[in-house]
Nanobody, 119 residues
Framework: VQLQASGGGSIQPGGSLRLSCVVSGNILRLNAVEWHRQAPGKQREVVAYITADGISGYSDSVKGRFAISKDNAKNTVYLQMTSLKPEDTAVYYC??????????????WGQGTLVTVSS
């Protein structure tokens, strides 16, 4: 199973970006999915998630500005980020828990994509 994250870049405050995380390999479906981020000198933190039951949640710092979604047909997870702030600058990582073919569940991390918010 491989994860390919993309969509990061440099953007001015107030701008928008959409991150994507494509999951490939012998998987039956995506269960839980998450986006985490790690800013320079800080610990990695979860910013958005969708549980296996389809319940989504967000950290207080991004609530109302970020939206997580997944496309099960494309095995892709998205993070739509709007009203970006300099404090959103970080490397963003996707995390997925997948149901494998023929059986089993396993967790995987993407390689990270850098988002820089600066004027």
């Amino acid at each position: 199973v491989q994860l390919q994250a993309s969509g990061g870049g440099s953007i001015q405050p107030g701008g928008s970006l959409r991150l994507s995380c494509v999951v490939s390999g012998n998987i039956l479906r995506l269960n839980a999915v998450e986006w985490h981020r790690q800013a320079p000198g800080k610990q990695r933190e979860v910013v958005a998630y969708i549980t296996a039951d389809g319940i989504s949640g967000y950290s207080d710092s991004v609530k109302g500005r970020f939206a997580i979604s997944k496309d099960n047909a494309k095995n892709t997870v998205y993070l739509q980020m709007t009203s970006l702030k300099p404090e959103d600058t970080a490397v963003y990582y996707c995390f997925v828990r997948v149901r494998l073919i023929p059986s089993g569940v396993s967790d995987y991390w993407g390689q990270g994509t850098l988002v820089t918010v600066s004027s």
